[in-house]
Nanobody
């Protein structure tokens, strides 16, 4: 059974940093693109960043561009999200997800992702 498990969330002050990790297990995710989404209280889940299978291609939401960095280690079946210069508006539950292919124009939409983690809470205090 395929499983994605996030870790690394927590409480941090504005301007601080956190690194989230997503561990994949239960099946091979060879060829899969992966992404991070987040959902703040009272808001819809939104796209944060995505990375291709090779790790060469990445894509970010404008709100996190220049502050967040997505990466993956296929040998370890893990994906990471380094979050710097955190802001209170980054407070949300962060989810990792996997989809079978990379499609420009569609990579930011939740509907294309086949597997999801359970989420990890990130809280940024002002």
């Amino acid at each position: 059974q395929a499983q994605l498990v996030e870790s690394g969330g927590g409480l941090v002050q504005a301007g601080g940093s956190l690194r989230l990790s997503c561990a994949a297990s239960g099946r091979t995710f060879s060829g899969y693109a992966m992404g991070w989404f987040r959902q703040a209280p009272g808001k819809e889940r939104e796209f944060v960043a995505a990375v291709s299978w090779t790790g060469i291609t990445t894509y970010y939401a404008d709100s996190v561009k220049g502050r967040f960095t997505i990466s993956r280690d296929n040998a370890k079946n893990t994906m990471g999200l380094q979050m710097n210069d955190l802001k209170p508006e980054d407070t949300a539950v962060y989810y990792c997800a996997a989809r079978q292919n990379w499609q420009w124009g569609l990579i930011r939409y939740q509907s294309g992702y086949d597997y999801w983690g359970q989420g990890t809470q990130v809280t940024v205090s002002s």
